[in-house]
């Protein structure tokens, strides 16, 4: 039995219905997936005013040592915080939790802890394991760091002086990836829209009070 050809209208019929049916199913995705993601994302209230509190007090925690050590040793208390933040998830990571390392520094295998860390080798981040400075407290992990900027290395004392001389608190962040400090490439940017975010920016000291 010979088959039935449609006609050009009936197939442009059907065309158009089939492209109606995959538009309704597409929105129907975007609906299904918006939904899911606010879902997924949305916290109570009272979550966020916890965090909201957990970090101010992380920062007020800080500040003053910050500020003291840019008073002694020239470090933007802006850029000490912001670093502290983000090496150390407001002070929740575990070294910092159990170690009072706040900015993922090393040290000899003696005096330090082994714990895994990641690094960002050859365009990938990669696990390694890596030995991290024990610090008696949080006080004497920002003073550290302060040191370090200011003496360097024992292979280039003066690594990273650029972060000290640097005008402002952006070309200080960048000052610290050109010196080799981390090896995330996004790491400048990172502390730079933490200071913006947190206005850390107003607890730097004026110039004549370094």
Known sequence: MPRKKWSKSKKRNVQAAVEKGVRILFAILIVY????????NT?????????????????????????????????????SIAQAILESNWGMSELALNYNNLYGVKGDPEESVLMETQEFVDNEWI????????????????????????????????????VLNAPTYQEAAKALQQAGYATDPTYPQKVIDIVEQYELYKYDLPVQQQ
């Open 43 to 79: 916290r109570s209230p009272e979550e966020e005013t916890k965090e909201v509190e957990e970090h101010t007090s992380f920062i007020e925690l800080v500040v003053p040592v910050a500020q003291k050590m840019q008073e002694i040793y020239g470090v933007r208390a802006s850029i």
């Open 127 to 162: 696990t390694i394991q890596d030995y991290f400075k024990v610090y008696e407290n949080f006080a004497a992990s920002i003073e550290d760091h302060a040191q370090l900027m200011v003496e360097g290395t024992s292979w280039n004392p003066t690594l990273y002086h650029p």
């Open 33 to 40: 997936m918006a939904g899911y993601t606010i879902l997924t």
